[in-house]
């Protein structure tokens, strides 16, 4: 049961593949802990409270989205950051971060799940060319009201989603996160909707302007899906205990 460290990262590695992507932080392994790992836990963001959790189940490494040194941010490891580093490094938990890859892997990442969680049984990245892009874009089964595609992801995600436009939808393109900016090259690639995280003032604007429906789901709740997914191949890959934990975050 379980697996070294080295082990678990070159899996990792090898599943999600980093060198493909030019990301806003280091993806993989950020804080080193013990050597053999038979307990992960998942989660989105490497909160306190995450972290937290983590040493109450004992776990020996922790997966997430969103982790830390992010580009431009003080490097220092002092206040808040500073006692996220501690707590692990105490515990000798390690923790394994993994960004842009895990939103654009086309079975286990976050637009993969929030695409199946659409509804929508068959999608590519928006531009095959650059996969490293991570913008999905698949055709629903039936022609539909926005309105019900704004239901339906409400209940399944668990909180209320912001949606603009009264129309019906046939071709869909998405983005979990802070994935608003891409909302052009939804429209320019033809999309009568699309799904994303966050909202800015302007995204209104070219929804309106553009004739392009616009879905705002949450930051948080469209980017669970990923850590679930590689948290369960672990799992099964390593004979791992595994526990998602949902550190809920309302943005």
């Not at 080295?6 to 804080?31: C, I, S, W």
């Not at 989660?43 to 004992?58: D, H, K, P, R, W």
């Not at 923790?95 to 086309?106: K, T, V």
């Not at 699309?194 to 930051?219: C, L, N």
Request: glycine share 10%; aromatic share 6%.
């Amino acid at each position: 049961m379980g697996t070294s460290r080295q082990k678990m990262h070159e899996a990792l590695d090898t599943l999600l593949e980093p060198r493909r992507f030019q990301d806003y932080a280091p993806n993989g392994l950020q804080v080193e802990g013990r050597e053999q790992i038979d307990i992960v836990v998942s989660g989105v963001t490497a909160s306190q409270a995450l972290i937290n959790a983590a040493v109450e189940i004992e776990a020996d490494a922790i997966l997430v989205h969103h982790g830390y040194f992010w580009r431009s941010e003080d490097p220092c490891l002092v206040g808040m950051k500073g006692r996220r580093v501690r707590t692990l490094m105490a515990a000798g938990i390690n923790l394994f971060a993994y960004h842009l890859p895990l939103d654009c892997h086309i079975d286990l990442g976050n637009n993969a799940g929030l695409g199946r969680a659409l509804g929508i049984p068959q999608f590519g990245p928006l531009a095959p060319q650059d996969p490293t892009l991570p913008v999905f874009v698949g055709d629903l089964p039936d022609v539909m009201p926005l309105t019900t595609i704004a239901d339906r992801l409400s209940k399944l995600l668990g909180r209320p989603v912001l949606s603009e436009g009264d129309r019906t939808v046939s071709r869909v393109a998405w983005c979990t996160g802070g994935g608003q900016g891409y909302i052009d090259q939804a429209a320019d690639a033809g999309a009568d909707l699309f799904v994303t995280g966050e909202v800015s003032e302007q995204t209104i604007h070219i929804a309106r302007e553009r004739d392009i429906g616009f879905i705002a789901a949450g930051h948080h709740a469209t980017e669970r899906f990923g850590v679930q997914s590689v948290g369960a191949w672990l799992s099964r890959e390593f004979d791992l205990e595994h526990h998602f934990v949902d550190d809920d975050n309302p943005a």
